[in-house]
């Protein structure tokens, strides 16, 4: 079984930052993409940054140059999140796949950005 705990989110003004976490811990074998999605609400589960093994990253083109998602050294993601807007406001979930596909998720973290 395996668990992602995220952390970080909060309530921001409009033009802050910032910086979510997620650790995965449990039965992680080979982990290959990492990363973040997010729902508002009313809407559907979207993709907003994941990384590869080898580094590479995509993002949802509302948040290029704006989020930055990294991998630390042992199985955590980060995601920083600079000149936020209310349109970020979401819940973001992390996301971990392995062996191109197993996926989970974690429980989600609340991010708030007030105009």
């Known amino acids: 079984q395996v668990q992602l705990v995220e952390s970080g989110g909060g309530l921001v003004q409009a033009g802050g930052s910032l910086r979510l976490s997620c650790a995965a811990s449990?039965?992680?074998?080979?982990?290959?993409?990492m990363g973040w999605f997010r729902q508002a609400p009313g809407k559907q589960r979207e993709l907003v940054a994941t990384?590869?093994?080898?580094?590479?990253t995509n993002y949802a083109e509302s948040v290029k140059g704006r989020f930055t998602v990294s991998r630390g050294n042992t199985n955590t993601v980060y995601l920083q999140m600079n000149s936020l807007k209310a349109e970020d406001t979401a819940v973001y979930y992390c996301?971990?796949?392995?062996?191109?596909?197993?996926?989970?998720w974690g429980q989600g973290t609340q991010v708030t950005v007030s105009s």
């Open positions: 449990g039965m992680i074998l080979s982990i290959d993409r």
């Open positions: 996301y971990m796949r392995q062996g191109g596909v197993y996926e989970d």
């Open positions: 990384i590869g093994l080898n580094g590479g």
